[in-house]
């Protein structure tokens, strides 16, 4: 596994010895738009069980109030270049998933919420997102890989799902579990990887302000490669913690292993929280790249939201932080 891991497109060493790829990629990215080989549409139409597309039931939600304690320094990643840069490795590893990423079947899309709560529910994604206010937030986004975004997600906090949840005082991880169907999502039978995607954060950074389900972007729901319906946002730690397409959300005791850290744990490590002085084995985390300008900026100590969420990590060192 760590052979194969070695080749795959988180090695950043590639990249490093040819930084102009990234510019390349984007020059590709916007070629094809003014080839109209993307139709708006297609970015906002959902599809059903059979594969039609129709319009989303949740278009009328967007855009969402702009909340102003959220903005950045940085300009924010025009749509064109996120939509067709992603990690989506259900759909495949390389970064171009998104004709791929199109299959994802969105509704019907039901999430359990299980484990140690009152009353475990199953709640259809149309009905949940309707039961809090929904959001705009411009979040930096950091990728464990050494590049970066500015994105204005749409969505609520987290911590209003948790208290809807109503967890019991023994859970003490939030566990989250994307969906599981290789006929549609190629990359599942890839048995390298340990399928599902699972990630997971303790209570308490899931009752943090910043942590948000994102359920839009760029003022329409969420698209497919960036996990629609659904995905989690937690801008202080290395993107690969951010699940998308979330099916299942459990209260547990016991700390769950996520998909990259049962992979490789000396890299993948359970807190992964930006830290600029700790380098990942194989690359330096010092600096990073932004996808949409090219530029190389230096990475700040949790993503820029130090101030916000260091109190969480009171009394841990700066090697536990990221491991
Ligand atoms: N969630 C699932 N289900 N599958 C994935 O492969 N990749 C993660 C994270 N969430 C991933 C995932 C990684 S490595 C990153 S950097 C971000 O999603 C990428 O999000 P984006 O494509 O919207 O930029």
Known sequence: MVSIHRRRSWAI???QA????VYLDRRRILKGFGLGIVSAAGLAAVSTPAGSQEADPTADLYPATKNPAYVLDRSVTPEE????????YEFGTQKDIFEDAQKLRIRPWEIAIDGLVETPVTIAFDD???????ETRLYRHRCVEAWSMTIPWAGFPLKALVAMAKPLASAKFVRFETFMDPEMASGQNNFLYPWPFIEAVTIAEAAH?????????YDKPVARQH??????????KYGFKSIKSIRKISFVEERPVGLWEALQPSEYGFWANVNPDVPHPRWSQAMERVIHTGELVPTQLFNGYAAEVAGL?????AATLYM
């Open 13 to 15: 060493d590639e990249r």
């Open 227 to 236: 996990g629609a319906p659904l995905r989690l946002h937690l801008p202080w």
């Open 313 to 317: 990590y009171t009394g841990m060192d």
């Open 81 to 88: 270049i996120n939509a067709h840069y992603n990690n989506f």
């Open 209 to 217: 302000d910043l942590a948000f389900i994102v359920t839009g972007a």
């Open 18 to 21: 040819t930084p102009e790829r």
């Open 128 to 134: 949940l997102v309707r039961k809090f206010p929904l």
